[in-house]
């Protein structure tokens, strides 16, 4: 993948979409979903039902015996001490800025490029976010732009571990332990994406988690959890979950109501064991995705994501890049022939009307700025058919006039091979030994 530069704008190549041929539309499916949960929840029907009248028939619908289930069972999953379930993926955040004590006038270092909630905790304490670039490549929080944004009123760290590709801790973790700053780990859409063997969540001070339904262990609402190797934040969370209420009407501290609910820890514990399975066909779903688009002549044009090499990419989403400022105009083809895609995300934070007062300017964070104006989301989820991402590059390979390349004959079998077939040689040659759902269990 060439690395993209902030210096210039982008040659925009010439690339006037037309209408498709009805002869290769009779190659392509009329439509591919962005997500399919349906499809999940197909499977899982029956299982998820009985676990909802269980919980009713109980009476317990807040931090009932599922609740605690689910915390013992993702601790040892993720191999962590201390997993604290909450309401959301944005109260995790907060929760753990209130369990360091961030207050008002403090800085706290996180990228630009991410969901809002990761800076919306940070002000919410009455804190300055102080946004850092991204690498191009792996649109992850650059450490030596962190490092030069350091100052005396810095008080935290937070990188995100986007897309399901966990951030550069051999950079990161050093700077913060020569600074004395703790660090959030943002793994709302990473969870068991892993460093070097080790899950997100367990890398630095406190980890947070997502359980929005779009995640890959999503629930049937909003909830979150947070993990720690720290017992004392661990116990501090647990109170800050509860209006710091210990026990019964004797409060300690000032904390949130907070709580995840019976419901969504009973159709999370069915999910649970199954995730391991899906995050496996992300990866194999990733990994034709490169495949195919090898299949055509689209250098240039779109540069793919590529693999992890030094711990497990879970693939929470699939983004790629259109160069030339044809975004936009991708997207729209695709859309008006049944493709759905997103785009994560439009606006950079610092370019937020809410953050005008900060006085950031447009400049400041280019590679940043560049990721907004060029990134496309496509379909990854579990489910996704052979023939449906077969349909995803070639629309896109339609749209810049892109032809096929030569390809050998073995290149030609295992793209075409059913995904029953081709699972195992794809995982091993594609992912490597580390990222393997074998090698490392979390």
Same mark, same amino acid.
């Given at each position: 993948?060439?690395?993209? %530069?902030?210096?210039?704008?982008?040659?925009?190549?010439?690339? %006037?979409?037309? !209408?498709?041929? @009805?002869?290769?539309?009779?190659?392509? *499916?009329?439509?591919?979903?962005?997500?399919?949960?349906?499809?999940?929840?197909?499977?899982?029907?029956?299982?998820?039902?009985?676990?909802?009248?269980?919980?009713?028939d109980s009476g317990k619908f807040v931090l009932g015996p599922d609740v605690h289930e689910l915390e013992a069972e993702l601790a040892r999953s993720l191999r962590v001490p201390h997993v604290i379930s909450c309401a959301s993926g944005s109260d995790a955040l907060l929760l753990a800025l209130m369990a360091l004590d961030i207050k008002t006038g403090d800085e706290?270092?996180?990228?630009?490029? %991410?969901?809002?909630?990761?800076?919306?905790?940070?002000?919410? *304490?009455?804190?300055? &976010?102080?946004?850092?670039?991204? #690498?191009?490549?792996?649109?992850?929080?650059? &450490?030596? =732009?962190?490092?030069?944004?350091?100052?005396? @009123?810095?008080?935290?760290? +937070?990188?995100?571990?986007?897309?399901?590709?966990?951030?550069?801790? =051999?950079?990161?973790?050093?700077?913060?332990?020569?600074?004395?700053l703790p660090v959030v780990e943002d793994a709302a859409q990473s969870i068991l994406s892993t460093w070097h063997g080790h899950c997100t969540g367990a890398l630095g001070d406190v980890g947070c988690f997502s359980f929005y339904p779009t995640k890959n262990l999503g629930g049937v609402g909003d909830g979150g959890f947070l993990t720690t190797t720290r017992d004392d934040i661990a116990a501090r969370l647990k109170l800050l979950r509860v209006h710091g209420m210990e026990p019964r009407y004797y409060h300690q501290i000032v904390g949130i109501n907070s709580r995840l609910d019976s419901l969504q820890a009973a159709v999370l514990r069915v999910k649970l064991p199954h995730?391991?399975?899906?995050?496996?066909?992300?990866?194999?779903? !990733?990994?034709?995705?490169?495949?195919?688009?090898?299949?055509?002549?689209?250098?240039?044009?779109?540069?793919? &994501?590529? #693999?992890?090499?030094?711990?497990?990419?879970?693939?929470?989403?699939?983004?790629?890049?259109?160069?030339?400022?044809?975004?936009?105009? *991708?997207?729209?083809?695709?859309?008006?022939?049944? +493709?759905?895609?997103?785009?994560?995300?439009?606006? &950079?934070?610092?370019?937020q009307q809410c953050f005008e007062y900060l006085g950031w300017q447009k400049g400041d964070l280019p590679q940043t700025e560049l990721? !907004?104006?060029? %990134?496309?989301?496509?379909p990854i989820f579990p489910e996704l058919t052979v023939d449906e991402q077969r349909t995803v590059v070639g629309r896109i390979a339609e749209f810049f006039h892109a032809p096929q390349v030569e390809r050998t004959t073995d290149d030609i079998r295992r793209t075409h091979q059913p995904a029953a077939v081709v699972e195992e040689p794809h995982f091993v040659r594609r992912m490597n030994a580390v990222g393997r759902a074998d090698d490392v269990r979390c």
């Open positions: 993948m060439t690395r993209p %530069t902030a210096s210039s704008t982008p040659a925009r190549s010439q690339v %006037t979409p037309t !209408a498709p041929d @009805r002869g290769a539309d009779a190659n392509f *499916l009329p439509a591919v979903p962005l997500l399919a949960l349906d499809r999940q929840y197909a499977v899982l029907r029956d299982e998820i039902r009985g676990a909802l009248d269980r919980v009713c706290v270092i996180l990228p630009s490029y %991410t969901f809002f909630a990761t800076a919306s905790a940070v002000t919410r *304490l009455g804190a300055v &976010p102080i946004f850092a670039d991204i #690498d191009p490549i792996t649109y992850l929080i650059d &450490p030596a =732009d962190v490092k030069k944004k350091i100052s005396k @009123r810095t008080k935290a760290i +937070v990188p995100v571990h986007l897309f399901g590709r966990t951030a550069d801790m =051999d950079a990161l973790l050093p700077i913060a332990q020569a600074a004395g995730l391991d399975a899906w995050t496996t066909a992300r990866q194999v779903n !990733a990994a034709r995705y490169q495949d195919l688009f090898a299949e055509y002549d689209l250098a240039g044009h779109v540069a793919v &994501p590529g #693999d992890e090499t030094r711990g497990r990419h879970v693939w929470n989403q699939f983004v790629i890049r259109a160069s030339g400022g044809h975004r936009d105009a *991708l997207r729209k083809h695709l859309a008006a022939r049944g +493709v759905g895609t997103e785009i994560y995300y439009p606006v &950079p934070l610092h370019m990721a !907004a104006e060029e %990134t496309l989301a496509l």
